[in-house]
């Protein structure tokens, strides 16, 4: 598992085998990928972008839209910012 992914895991208690929801409001899919929302390759080391608040779990689908769309990427963000505080408050559900 890669280092982001375990990140993202132990942030939420998430186990390997867990459903793992795609975190696109309207989406329902299994996440199967855990996406930079600041890419790597935008400068800087893996270690600068791999904290809690820049990795979200989506589906392939919306992992490829938030690759070529940046209003996409962005409202993904703010979406993943918001469940960050919902977890914050209420703990895994």
Do not use: P
Request: hydrophobic residues 35%; positive net charge; proline residues 0%.
């Amino acid at each position: 598992m890669k280092k982001h992914t375990k990140i993202y895991f132990k942030h939420f208690g998430i186990g390997e085998q867990d459903f793992v929801k795609c975190e696109v409001s309207a989406c329902y899919k299994r996440a199967t990928e855990i996406h930079h929302i600041d890419s790597k390759g935008l400068g800087g080391t893996s270690i600068d972008k791999d904290y809690i608040e820049n990795l979200v779990a989506v589906c392939r689908e919306h992992h490829e839209r938030a690759h070529a769309d940046k209003n996409f990427n962005a409202a993904l963000k703010t979406n993943h910012l918001n469940n960050l505080q919902i977890f914050a408050t209420f703990g895994k559900t």
